[in-house]
Structures are given as structure tokens and as C-alpha cells.
């Protein structure tokens, strides 16, 4: 059964740094090429697209809003995703969760990932 399961959330204060990871465990992932993403869903607000990375690491893209504070990376061979965030803000506090897509593009919609963690909470305080 595949699982994606993320740590590495907390609370900061702004201008801060976390760096959260998401273990990804069962056959797609052993066997399958698969994309991963970062999304984030604040109270009230819908799921959205953070950053996501292709199977090589050699494609990755990002939501305008993290650029230049946020990195996207990934360990394949142990399937591990990560997510260095830098120069945190108050408007970054949200669920983060990892996800994934047996496919050799980078999708950035949620609708277009099938596996998804439990998510991992990230607060920022001013």
C-alpha cells in the first residue's frame, strides 16, 4: 500500500527556516517513475500548489509566491521529498502536504496527483 508521510513542520517566527520531508513507501514508488509536489491548504482557504519536482530532479517549479525562499528537492533512490523553506512569512502558515504522480511531467494541479500525506502543519508568527 502506498504511504507518503511528511515531517518537519513546527512553528517559527517570520524570517525563519524549516525544512520539511516527506518518506514515500510502497510498489509505485519502488517501481515507477513518479513526480512529487509540495501543496498547502490555510483555514478556509482551498488546497494550493507550492512547488513540485520531476523523477531526475532536473525539472521543478514553483508557485510565484515562494520563489526565491522556497527549494524543492529529492532523494530518489531512498524516495524521500524535501522542502527548504527560507525567509518564512505569516502567510505561509498552512498544511503542507506531499504528493506524488506516477508521470514524467511536473503537474501543479492537486487534481493531477494521486497519493497524498496527512500533512504537516507549518506556523509562522510575526
Known amino acids: 500500500q502506498e504511504q507518503l508521510v511528511e515531517t518537519g513542520g513546527g512553528a517559527v517566527q517570520a524570517g525563519g527556516s524549516l525544512k520539511l520531508s516527506c518518506a514515500a513507501s510502497?510498489?509505485?514508488?519502488?517501481?515507477?517513475?513518479?513526480?512529487m509536489g509540495w501543496f498547502r491548504q490555510a483555514p478556509g482557504k482551498e488546497r494550493e500548489f507550492v512547488s513540485a519536482i520531476s523523477w531526475s530532479g532536473g525539472s521543478t517549479r514553483y508557485a510565484d509566491s515562494v520563489k526565491g525562499r522556497f527549494t524543492i528537492s529529492r532523494d530518489s533512490a531512498n524516495n524521500t521529498l524535501y522542502l527548504q523553506m527560507n525567509s518564512l512569512k505569516p502567510e505561509d502558515t498552512a498544511v503542507y502536504f506531499c504528493?506524488?504522480?506516477?508521470?514524467?511531467?511536473?503537474?501543479?494541479?492537486?487534481?493531477?496527483?494521486?497519493?497524498w500525506g496527512q500533512g504537516t502543519q507549518v506556523t509562522v508568527s510575526s
Open positions: 510502497g510498489r509505485t514508488f519502488t517501481y515507477y517513475v513518479y513526480a
Open positions: 504528493a506524488a504522480r506516477r508521470t514524467t511531467i511536473v503537474p501543479t494541479s492537486p487534481s493531477l496527483y494521486d497519493y
